[in-house]
């Protein structure tokens, strides 16, 4: 198919680099009305607007946007949660049907908005329906240096279980040695003060995952009461980035008397990295 072509950066085993308002275009590859359009990437600036897709060949402002760490089809619609954050790989699918008009956007495999595109701003309407990606109309200051490692082009609306379906399969999100977690948030507890639990959970069936869980001065997770709990997927002890030892002042993971819990896992992005663990 049709070949993506460099504004500049660089191709290496991680992916193609590129600096703010590099970036890449494809021609002739996708409908202009009717796709999805899966990218994994990651950039260096999250803050204020930073262009991800410009669909109208950069005559205009609008397009699909990290604002902020959420996820923004300007002008239409946007996500309610930061999902999005600095040198993090992230996994982003948008959705267009060119027969309703729906547009939906997704962020490592979670819903972010769904919108009619009543004024088409998601319409391709450069010659051969270019797309420009990570490239903004202005030449500076809503565009990213970052790193592209995946560009994939469909010929029609995925559906949601599809999508959560190629976030299974995305792979690493942060450079450690053996792991694949996700991790989308650090708590740092260097001044929560002596003795400081991260997290403390009693009421049992709960879900941490995704955390990197550093500096506290008592252990990064306890669990108690009741059990059926799952830690999976989080940095415990280590900077987000894995390679960094960043101890909490007791333990890693306290379990006392709270039965049956579940610590990492075999799926994808499941496994477990703690530099303590106590039971």
């Given at each position: 198919g049709p070949a993506l072509v460099p504004a500049g950066g660089t191709l290496s085993a991680a992916g193609y680099s590129f600096a703010e308002n590099q970036g890449l275009s494809l021609s002739g590859a996708i409908d202009s009305s009717t796709y999805s359009i899966e990218l994994d990437f990651r950039f260096s600036t999250v803050s204020s607007f930073r262009k991800i897709i410009d669909f109208q060949n950069l005559t205009i402002d609008q397009g699909l946007y990290d604002i902020n760490g959420r996820l923004q089809m300007y002008p239409l619609a946007a996500g309610s949660i930061v999902s999005i954050a600095p040198n993090l790989n992230v996994h982003v699918v948008l959705t267009r049907d060119g027969a309703t008009k729906q547009v939906v956007g997704y962020v490592d495999g979670v819903q972010q908005f769904s919108v009619t595109d009543t004024n088409d701003v998601g319409l391709l309407t450069g010659p051969n329906n270019i797309i420009q990606f990570f490239k903004d109309d202005h030449l500076a200051g809503e565009a990213s240096a970052g790193v592209a490692s995946r560009i994939r082009i469909y010929n029609r609306p995925?559906?949601?279980?599809e999508v959560s379906a190629l976030f299974g399969d995305f792979g690493k999100n942060t450079p450690g040695s053996g792991d694949n977690a996700a991790l989308r948030v650090e708590l740092n507890g260097a001044s929560a003060g002596t003795n400081v639990d991260g997290l403390q959970i009693t009421a049992g069936s709960s879900t941490v995952k995704g955390l990197a869980i550093n500096r506290f001065g008592?252990?990064?997770?306890?669990?108690?009461?009741?059990?059926?709990?799952?830690?999976?997927?989080?940095?415990?002890?280590?900077?987000?980035?894995?390679?960094?030892?960043?101890?909490?002042?007791?333990?890693?993971?306290?379990?006392?008397?709270?039965?049956?819990?579940?610590?990492?896992?075999?799926?994808?992005?499941?496994e477990e990295h703690t530099s303590e663990l106590q039971s």
């Open positions: 995925l559906s949601a279980t008592g252990n990064g997770i306890v669990m108690t009461t009741k059990g059926g709990n799952t830690i999976a997927g989080d940095f415990i002890g280590t900077d987000a980035s894995g390679t960094v030892r960043l101890a909490n002042g007791n333990h890693g993971v306290i379990i006392a008397g709270a039965p049956s819990n579940t610590i990492g896992g075999a799926a994808a992005r499941s």
